[in-house]
């Protein structure tokens, strides 16, 4: 059996049955390699490092519930809300089922921006893991699609005028725009139309997540994980087998993951959501009020910040588009914000930022809320475009340790990490 | 403080100066203890069954709850022969029959029960052009749900000075814009309990909030108790992560 790619005493020998099927399909090497005993993971990865597992565990928890809830969904305008009602009062734990799916989103989208922002702190896009991120934002493109869509599916008012608002944005492209709308529509208006293919969409582009993140961590695989030191793994010294000790990590983080979700699924189950969607959708009847889902909020207090429609479809699309640039634009060699002490105090104002435009985006317009979503809006481009590059090129970084392991063992005292 | 207690310190306080712009239209209910709270929640089954009477002698004229169904009633109190009688009480157009022709029957413990109009058109023109809601998912279609339900039927008042109320319409501080178009549905005595509960405003308002809570919410009680045990064993289950956790990295740090 010999191996052409690797050293034989990598390949696990195994006997049997299992042994016949390995010879043919080596699943339980590729496991090993990937996250068993076989996969050398930084031994300085902190529990900011648990949330790819997590986001792992909420694809899998969504996908399950969203199929048996399809079982019962009927997508038509006529139909669509009185079946979800049906899954809340007659179908056999049903009320379970879709209090589990729409909360599961709740925490997928909280998981996905810890996992941003950990990516921001501890500069994991930069060289070489450009690829990895750039995966990560395809995916988090392709989850505000599957997200909006799902809104629309209960067809209760703020789904119908959601629908209404977003789709109605492509009518500020010049010439074709309202062509394009109709089309999105399927109809000259929001209707049974548009609420058949948004189904056919949600159950559509999950199918597409799952195969940009098993991309996503294919390129991770190549040069695996960064670390809170931003430094490269030197040798063995500095690495442990990803299994057993950071599966028990994860798992630790799968309790809590759990815990949260449960909480909100069994005592507060309507609270991230709006009681507008608990009344069926009416055309002729806007709500005072129309917003998104909170992990939304941000980018539509980006759209409203502009006064012009196109201005602010633009605004909206170029703050998600100017992720991609990111790794160029941070012009810093070092990647840890641990040893950036500018990069560090700008990393927490543009948190801060992204909180700001979270409540901007929760309030009508008006007032106050115009200007300070406007300066929001500003500053989180000019945290991109000015703050990224020119602290690069100012700041003095702290010295870099010499390993991961002279860091983490060595000198306790001095290389001690900072609480996390 | 470390960064991360003062980004949390500061969202708290962001979101506490953003909330009350999500109480505009209305007045912010007062906060009321209600027996389906907390973590160990559940509904009041006597105040069920009286809210059923209320609903049924007072609100039913003009508001349906049409995803309640009659077998649904046994889930309150009732037992399956006064469900039926219920179902029995109403005529239900069912068909076509042999004949093509549909026809009224009584109805059966499996139909929904019937809202009082046939169609929004038929609600609006005996209700003065507004329209009466549904109130099967009243209780979770409203900012503060039952606080809400509650305030607006115990809130009826005259208008203040220098308010101008359109004919047809009263003044209720709780009812987005303050002008609601239905009068004051409950007052002292409006139902006769027979269970000798003496039958109050606040009374009435009270059992028909526990009703409506349960036509919204009928699954609450399973949910909270079934969450008791989930978050109890998720707890041994996370003590065990971080126990085992532990074990395989003493030999590391």
């Avoid at chain 1, 909206?316 to 060699?333: A, E, H, Q």
Wanted: aromatic fraction near 14%.
């Amino acid at each position: 059996m010999a191996d052409l790619h690797e050293p034989e005493h990598n390949k696990m020998q195994l006997k049997g049955a299992l042994g016949w099927v390995e010879y043919r399909l080596p699943w339980v090497n590729l496991l090993k390699n990937s996250v068993g005993t076989n996969y050398p993971t930084p031994r300085n990865l902190n529990y900011w490092w648990n949330f790819g597992s997590l986001a792992g565990l909420a694809l899998l928890i969504e996908i399950v519930t969203g199929v048996v809830l399809n079982m019962h969904y009927v997508p038509t305008a006529e139909g669509a809300f009185a079946s979800v009602e049906r899954i809340m009062r007659d179908v056999n734990f049903g009320w379970l089922i879709r209090y589990v799916h729409a909360n599961g989103a709740s925490v997928f989208f909280a998981v996905i921006y810890l996992h941003m922002f950990r990516s921001f702190y501890y500069g994991s896009y930069k060289n070489p893991r450009e690829l990895v991120w750039w995966l990560g934002l395809i995916i988090f493109f392709l989850m505000i699609i599957t997200a909006f869509t799902g809104y629309v599916l209960p067809w209760g008012q703020m789904s119908f005028w959601a629908a209404t608002v977003i789709t109605n944005l492509a009518s500020a492209i010049p010439v074709v725009g309202t062509d394009i709308v109709q089309w999105l529509w399927g109809d000259f208006s929001v209707g049974g139309s548009l609420l058949g293919r948004f189904n056919s969409l949600h159950y559509a582009l999950p199918v597409a997540i799952v195969g940009v993140a098993v991309i996503h961590m294919w390129a991770l695989h190549e040069h695996r994980s960064n670390n809170p030191l931003g430094i490269e793994v030197k040798g063995p010294q500095d690495t442990l087998p990803f299994h057993p000790y950071f599966t028990a990590k994860d798992l630790v983080g799968v309790g809590v993951f759990l815990l949260v979700l449960a909480g909100l699924v069994f005592y507060a189950p309507n609270m991230l959501g709006e009681p507008d969607n608990y009344i069926p959708a009416n055309p002729l009847k806007t709500p005072n009020h129309i917003v998104p889902e909170w992990y939304l909020l941000p980018f539509y207090a980006i759209l409203r910040a502009v006064p012009d429609k196109l201005g602010g479809v633009i605004a909206m699309g170029g703050s998600i588009i100017i992720l991609f640039v990111v790794p160029w634009l941070d012009t810093s060699k070092v990647r840890s914000a641990k040893f950036r002490p500018i990069y560090k105090q700008f990393f927490w104002l543009f948190v801060i930022d992204t909180l700001i435009l979270g409540v901007v985006g929760a309030n009508a317009p008006e007032g106050n809320w115009i200007i300070i979503g406007q300066l929001a809006t500003f500053y989180y481009f000019f945290h991109f475009i000015v703050i990224l590059p020119v602290v690069g090129w100012i700041e003095s970084p702290k010295p870099l340790p010499d390993s991961i392991s002279t860091s983490v063992l060595g000198n306790k005292k001095s290389a001690a990490e900072p609480a996390e | 403080m470390n960064p991360v207690a003062k980004i949390l310190a500061l969202a708290i306080m962001i979101s506490l100066a953003a909330s009350p712009a999500l109480a505009a239209g209305g007045h912010e209910p007062e906060k009321n203890d209600w027996s389906f709270n907390g973590v160990l929640g559940s509904f009041d089954k006597p105040a069920l069954r009286r809210g059923y009477q209320v609903y049924m002698e007072v609100c039913s004229f003009c508001h349906g709850v049409e995803f309640i169904a009659f077998r649904n009633l046994t889930e309150i109190g009732l037992t399956e022969d006064e469900a039926k009688a219920a179902a029995e009480a109403v005529q239900i157009e069912d068909g076509p029959d042999d004949n093509g022709l549909m026809f009224m029957r009584p109805g059966r413990l499996s139909d929904r029960m019937p809202s009082p109009f046939p169609n929004e058109a038929a609600a609006r023109a005996s209700n003065g052009g507004a329209l009466p809601p549904d109130l099967s998912l009243i209780t979770k279609a409203r900012p503060f749900g039952p606080d809400y339900l509650f305030a607006l039927l115990t809130g009826f008042e005259d208008p203040p000075e220098g308010v101008e109320i359109s004919p047809g319409m009263s003044y209720n501080p709780f009812f987005s814009g303050q002008q609601i178009a239905m009068f004051s549905p409950l007052y002292d005595d409006a139902v006769f309990y027979e269970d000798g509960t003496v039958a109050t405003l606040e009374q009435m308002a009270e059992d028909i909030t526990q009703f409506l809570m349960w036509t919204a919410e009928p699954k609450l009680e399973d949910r909270k108790r079934m969450g008791l045990g989930v978050m109890i064993f998720l707890v041994i289950l996370t003590g065990m992560f971080i126990a085992v956790k532990r074990r395989v990295w003493a030999d590391i740090h």
